[in-house]
């Protein structure tokens, strides 16, 4: 029976290093970041691509305890591994809403993150802007290596339903949309809370 009662015990404190703290902070917060985004696509024929290249990333919303949503942004200029030299990188730009979790106890950040602006492109003088546009689903995990420093693993589902050149845009049909249209974003960021 004593057994049984430090079993108790122990469970009871480890659960409240868990449980977030009753007494609730509001607040506004800002996270820029700097990264590589890896972008792998697959074709509706089964041919395959990658890219990579520079991204930025900002985060800035409102947080409560430990919640926080709001806003979240990237820009990424995109290298395909097949280009050429003076081949002119794509142009990433995603904008979406944001909710995350970071844990009381353990310097940890989940992330969910939906894009409603989902637009990759490239631009080949003398002609106009071409490319695909969609939305996307992005989850990520933050890790703070010190207070205002964190490194973040985010995996980014896009989906491109339309084609465009320059101020035209043309519906892709569901038959020759891509199989998949996937990123993976490193990032080191500062999270900055007001």
Known sequence: MKRLSILSVAATVAALALIPSTQAKAG???????????????????????????GADLRAGFTFSHFAI?????????????????????????????????????????RAVYNFVDDLGVTV????????????????LGYKIVPKLALNVDYVINKFTDGYLGSTTTPIPSASQDKSDNDLLITLSVPLGM
């Open 28 to 54: 506004f917060m800002v996270e820029p970041g700097v990264g590589w985004n890896f972008f792998n696509s697959e074709s509706s024929s089964g041919a395959k691509s990658s890219a990579n290249g520079f």
């Open 70 to 110: 709001g806003a979240s942004g990237n820009f990424s200029l995109l290298t395909s591994s097949s280009a050429t030299a003076g081949t002119p990188a794509s142009q990433w730009l995603n904008i979406g809403a944001f909710a995350q979790f970071t844990f009381p106890a353990f310097p940890l950040t989940l």
């Open 125 to 140: 003088p003398p002609l106009p802007k071409a490319g695909a546009k969609g939305y996307g689903i992005r989850f990520g």
